[in-house]
C-alpha cells in the first residue's frame, strides 16, 4: 500500500516562531488531508489539499502532488498549536464508495511561550 | 450542534473477555468511520459504513474485530476475546457522503486490556 511519512518527528519552537511540517508520499494520490490532535486526543481537520495551496488564518499548506508531497505552514506559532499534526492519504474504494485514509506517524509539535 | 459521541470514554477488561464500543455520529451523516491509534501502528482505518450499503471491512485486523450500524446512525464496534495487542484508542467519525474530505472525529474511546 500506500506509503506516508511526515518530518520532522518531533519539533519544539517558542511563540511566535514559524514552521514547515513535511509529508512524502509514495505513490500518485488524489486525496491528501491535514489533521491536527491537540493535546486532550481531539482529532480536527485542517485542510483538504490534493493540490495547490490553501490558508486559514496563520496555517497554510501546499501540495505538490506530482513530486509527491506537502507541507503545512505555521506562522507566528502559538501554545495553542502544540499537538501532533498527521498528514493522511485518502484512497476511495469501489463499491460503496468507500474512503479510506492511510495516516503518517506524524509530527509533535510543542510550542513553549 | 453536537459532535460525534463515543461511549465508554475509558475501558479496561481482562485478556479474552468480550469488548462493545458505541458510536453516536452526527445528525444527517450517512458515512461513518472507525480508526484505531495504537503507540506502535499510529491511525489504522477499520471500517466504513455508508448509509444501508455493505461496509468496507477491509480494515479489521482480525475475525475477533465486528461491527455493525443499526438504522444509518449509532454504530457499535465489538471486539471478541481480547488480546493485549488490542489496546488503544477507538476513534470513530463521521461525514456527510460527499463530503468525506470533511470527517468530524469523536473524543474516542480508549481501551486497556490487561
Known amino acids: 500500500g500506500i506509503q506516508v511519512e511526515q518530518s520532522p518527528p518531533d519539533l519544539i519552537l517558542q511563540e511566535g516562531a514559524n514552521s514547515t511540517l513535511r509529508c512524502n508520499f509514495s505513490?500518485?494520490?488524489?486525496?491528501l488531508q491535514w489533521f491536527h490532535q491537540n493535546p486532550w486526543g481531539q482529532l480536527i481537520n485542517l485542510f483538504y489539499?490534493?493540490?495547490g495551496t490553501k490558508q486559514n488564518g496563520r496555517l497554510s499548506a501546499t501540495t505538490v502532488a506530482t513530486e509527491r508531497y506537502s507541507l503545512l505552514y505555521i506562522s507566528s506559532s502559538q501554545t495553542t498549536d502544540s499537538g501532533v499534526y498527521f498528514c493522511a492519504v485518502g484512497y476511495l474504494g469501489s463499491g460503496a464508495g468507500s474512503y479510506q485514509l492511510t495516516f503518517g506517524k506524524g509530527t509533535k509539535l510543542s510550542v513553549i511561550p | 450542534g453536537a459532535g460525534v459521541s463515543q461511549s465508554p470514554s475509558n475501558k479496561v477488561t481482562e485478556k479474552g473477555k468480550d469488548v462493545e464500543l458505541r458510536c453516536d455520529p452526527i445528525?444527517?451523516?450517512?458515512?461513518l468511520y472507525w480508526y484505531r491509534q495504537s503507540l506502535g501502528q499510529g491511525l489504522e482505518f477499520l471500517i466504513y459504513?455508508?448509509?444501508?450499503?455493505?461496509?468496507?471491512k477491509s480494515g479489521l485486523p482480525s475475525d475477533r474485530f465486528s461491527a455493525e450500524r443499526t438504522g444509518g446512525s449509532v454504530s457499535t464496534l465489538t471486539i471478541q476475546r481480547t488480546q493485549q495487542e488490542d489496546s488503544a484508542v477507538y476513534l470513530c467519525?463521521?461525514?456527510?457522503?460527499?463530503?468525506?474530505?470533511?470527517?468530524?472525529f469523536g473524543p474516542g474511546t480508549r481501551l486497556t486490556v490487561t
Open positions: 459504513f455508508q448509509g444501508n450499503s455493505a461496509p468496507d
Open positions: 467519525a463521521s461525514s456527510f457522503r460527499d463530503r468525506f474530505y470533511e470527517q468530524y
Open positions: 505513490d500518485s494520490v488524489n486525496n
Open positions: 445528525s444527517g451523516h450517512t458515512a
Open positions: 489539499i490534493p493540490s
